[in-house]
């Protein structure tokens, strides 16, 4: 059975519309303008900012909508954007400083702010958010430090990933068919969690990995990513583990997680996936999606049978003349 029609409807289901993209560019630079304001206020040197993440990547994803306990709906998608503060390592603040100098700037602001240990977390009534994770370099060139609370200083260079997701993309060639896998993932990643509040998945920064390292090029979105997980879980069942391919190299992300659950997960998701394209039934391939993606994705057509073909064209009985003209 060949979904492809009804994952392009899925896909715009789960990206984030125009609507909200102008929305997260607007606050991304309020915010942004209140921080540069403050610190030349304080006469602090003013930080650079870089957006990093899914969001310039266009693999961002528009989440479910979530139900607070007093019935208020919440749309929690989000935009990270990186502060850059640069200057010699004899001027460098503590991390907790800098995360208090941003959490200041941008008090009341939005509906609430958090102080994270990576990042100050900006929160918008409606549900969505903006985080704010901060970096100290020496000198433009250098490897940035993200300014951890609990850890320090840690090397970390979201532009680097990103150029090397760009070209994964690239090298692909699919006309964004490897961005698309990468949402499709997290919407099952999105939906098994809110199915499921105790079970943990991937992040989508990990997910973002795995799925460059073993995406799948067709000309059919339900094909690729069913060989793109099937390849995911064949990867992860022999070894567990998933490396940066960026600066720190070595930092396995998986090792927080159940290598059982994920794995079973993953063999779910496969063992559908598979169903869904054995399938001669668009609806009944489409419900075996849907244990994938939730009701989210688009209910497919019933089989035409036999029956319903012969209502559709009933055939033409013609009437015999009672003679015949000699």
Same mark, same amino acid.
């Given at each position: 059975?060949?979904?492809? @029609?009804?994952?392009?409807?899925?896909?715009?289901? +789960?990206?984030?519309?125009?609507?909200? +993209?102008?929305?997260?560019?607007?606050?991304?630079?309020?915010?942004?303008?209140?921080?540069?304001?403050?610190?030349?206020?304080?006469?602090?040197?003013?930080?650079?900012?870089?957006?990093?993440?899914?969001?310039?990547?266009?693999?961002?994803?528009?989440?479910?909508?979530?139900?607070?306990?007093?019935?208020?709906?919440?749309?929690?998608?989000?935009?990270?954007?990186?502060?850059?503060?640069?200057?010699?390592?004899?001027?460098?603040?503590?991390?907790?400083?800098?995360?208090?100098?941003?959490?200041?700037?941008?008090?009341?602001?939005?509906?609430?702010?958090?102080?994270? #240990?990576?990042?100050?977390?900006?929160?918008?009534?409606?549900?969505?958010?903006?985080? $704010?994770?901060?970096?100290?370099?020496?000198?433009?060139?250098?490897?940035?430090?993200?300014?951890?609370?609990?850890?320090?200083?840690?090397?970390?260079?979201?532009?680097?990933?990103?150029?090397?997701?760009?070209?994964? +993309?690239?090298?692909?060639?699919?006309? &964004?068919?490897?961005?698309?896998?990468?949402?499709?993932?997290?919407?099952? @990643?999105?939906?098994?969690?809110?199915?499921?509040?105790?079970?943990?998945?991937?992040? &989508?920064?990990?997910?973002?990995? $795995?799925?460059?390292?073993?995406?799948?090029?067709?000309?059919?979105?339900?094909?690729? $990513?069913?060989? #793109?997980?099937?390849?995911?879980?064949?990867?992860?069942?022999?070894?567990?583990?998933?490396?940066?391919?960026?600066?720190?190299?070595?930092?396995?992300?998986? #090792?927080?997680?159940?290598?059982?659950?994920?794995?079973?997960?993953?063999?779910?998701?496969?063992?559908?996936?598979?169903?869904?394209?054995?399938?001669?039934?668009?609806?009944?391939?489409?419900?075996?999606?849907?244990?994938?993606?939730?009701?989210?994705?688009?209910? &497919?057509?019933?089989?035409?049978?036999?029956?319903?073909?012969?209502?559709?064209?009933?055939?033409?009985?013609?009437?015999?003349?009672?003679?015949?003209?000699?």
């Amino acid at each position: 059975m060949d979904t492809r @029609k009804l994952f392009t409807k899925f896909d715009k289901e +789960i990206r984030i519309n125009d609507t909200k +993209i102008s929305k997260l560019k607007s606050n991304r630079k309020s915010l942004r303008d209140k921080i540069r304001k403050y610190f030349k206020e304080k006469e602090w040197e003013v930080p650079k900012f870089y957006s990093q993440g899914s969001f310039p990547l266009n693999t961002n994803l528009n989440p479910i909508k979530k139900e607070t306990s007093n019935g208020e709906i919440k749309e929690p998608y989000d935009l990270d954007d990186g502060i850059y503060f640069i200057c010699p390592e004899s001027d460098r603040k503590e991390p907790a400083t800098y995360h208090d100098r941003i959490k200041k700037a941008v008090e009341d602001h939005a509906e609430s702010e958090v102080d994270k #240990t990576t990042c100050v977390r900006v929160i918008y009534a409606d549900g969505h958010h903006i985080d $704010l994770p901060s970096y100290w370099i020496e000198k433009n060139g250098d490897t940035p430090q993200l300014t951890h609370k609990s850890k320090g200083y840690i090397p970390s260079d979201p532009k680097a990933f990103k150029d090397w997701v760009d070209k994964n +993309i690239s090298d692909a060639n699919s006309n &964004g068919q490897l961005q698309r896998v990468i949402r499709y993932l997290k919407a099952w @990643k999105d939906f098994r969690e809110d199915k499921n509040s105790s079970l943990k998945l991937p992040s &989508g920064f990990i997910l973002t990995i $795995l799925a460059c390292n073993h995406f799948y090029n067709d000309d059919r979105d339900d094909l690729s $990513l069913k060989e #793109t997980i099937k390849s995911i879980k064949t990867s992860l069942n022999s070894n567990f583990t998933c490396y940066r391919p960026t600066i720190p190299t070595d930092e396995d992300l998986l #090792t927080s997680y159940s290598k059982d659950t994920v794995i079973n997960e993953l063999t779910s998701f496969s063992d559908n996936a598979q169903k869904a394209i054995d399938s001669d039934c668009e609806k009944e391939s489409s419900e075996f999606w849907r244990k994938i993606f939730g009701d989210r994705f688009p209910l &497919g057509k019933e089989k035409e049978t036999t029956n319903s073909l012969l209502k559709a064209a009933p055939l033409t009985v013609p009437v015999s003349k009672p003679f015949y003209d000699n």
